[in-house]
């Protein structure tokens, strides 16, 4: 009789591979991630503190380890290892790296290490591009500005493009003239004929847009004026250290997770910090697609997601589990190899299977 192996297959995916899955489905990993958001605010996750890895001889960089348990349909374990060294733009190659660790909830056993720089961007894209639609009030803003020109700028861009938004005027703002200038010639070059300007400051592109997307590597808030925001914005406040605290209690504000974003440092927790309280929070996303919280139409309205390792464990198992089912999963033969307590081959093993 044929039976479940105790010990799972192990199974490397590249990023070639994580790309060839998600390219085209995006409006499904936005549905992904919807449902994610609402197991966890009905509590069938597990999601601890990020734990930061720093050097002293390196200040600006970093690397987060983000354990976490999703419940559901496809029960996952797992950790994600993200690392962020600004210096690398320098270079030529991405700031951040990753890799995603999935773990069979019934043995504890790895089975699979994804390649999870484009997991990243691609769950935190369709979280932006959720709130985005949800956060709206009504009607979805066409004037849409970008600070900051790197990837999770253009996974944004993308995720709200693959979900039928549609645009009258493109922003970019970087501290880099030449990564602006790259940004804008790829927004233009994507459908739609909406003029794409590049800004030499953050205020005017604030003020020229309804939907402000920030998208940096700022370690603390260099937008301080309320004023700037007077037209009454939708804020996806992702890069999470953009805004001061004056910015936020002049607003509503959407977390992903209150006790996540308040901490780091982060434009929340610096404003929990000064006022003494979290009154200035108006709920979660959770919250909004289950419909408790009525957004007010006479203030910015700010997203501060922390990201959620749970949002990357349920689209890695959702990559490695669509590789599984189309037969291009490929199992590493050996990976684990004391599978005996005494060190026993097959052959020689207790007729008992005794372990």
């Known amino acids: ?14 990023g070639e591979q994580v790309a060839e899955v998600l390219t085209g489905s995006e409006k499904q990993v936005v549905d992904l991630v919807e449902d994610v958001y609402r197991l966890h605010g009905r509590g069938d996750s597990v999601n601890p503190p990020s734990y930061f890895l720093r050097f002293p001889d390196r200040p600006n960089a970093r690397i987060i380890a983000l354990p976490a348990s ?25 700031r951040a790296s990753a890799v995603l660790i999935l773990n069979d909830p019934a043995t504890g056993y790895p089975i699979a290490c994804l390649e999870s720089s484009i997991i990243s961007a691609s769950r935190t894209a369709a979280s932006a591009a959720l709130a985005a639609d949800r956060l709206s009030r009504g ?19 993308r995720y ?11 922003g970019v703002h970087d501290l880099s003239p030449r990564h602006a200038e790259s940004f804008a010639d790829y927004l233009t070059g994507r459908p739609g004929d909406a003029p794409v300007t590049v800004h030499d400051g953050a205020e005017e592109l604030i003020r020229d847009s309804d939907l402000v997307v920030l998208a940096t590597v700022a370690p603390s808030p260099y937008l301080h004026d309320p004023a700037w925001f007077a037209h009454n914005p939708l804020v996806l406040n992702v890069s999470l250290r953009d805004l001061a605290p004056e910015v ?43 419909g408790r919280v009525t957004l007010p139409d006479d203030r910015p309205v700010v997203f501060s997601p922390f990201g959620l390792g749970v949002l990357d464990l349920a689209l890695g198992r959702h990559v490695h589990d669509t590789l599984r089912d189309t037969g291009r999963l490929h199992a590493v033969e050996g990976f684990f190899h004391e599978l005996d307590r005494y060190g026993r081959t097959p052959s020689d093993a207790a007729p008992n299977g005794t372990r």
């Open 70 to 94: 999703v419940g559901g349909d496809r029960p996952t374990d797992g950790l994600k290892w993200i690392s962020s060294f600004p210096d690398n733009v320098a270079s030529g190659i991405p």
């Open 160 to 170: 709200l493009e693959a979900t039928d938004w549609t645009f009258d005027a493109l």
């Open 139 to 157: 009607r979805r803003p066409r004037r849409v500005g970008f600070i900051g020109a790197g990837l999770i700028g253009r996974y944004i861009h």
């Open 1 to 14: 009789m044929s039976h479940q192996p105790l010990v799972p297959p192990f199974a490397v995916i590249t």
């Open 248 to 290: 936020l209690l002049a607003s509503a504000n959407i977390l992903d997770d209150v006790e996540h974003c308040l901490k780091a440092d982060t434009s929340p927790h610096l404003a929990e910090q000064l006022t003494g309280g979290r009154d200035f929070i108006d709920g979660t996303l959770f919250d909004v697609v289950e």
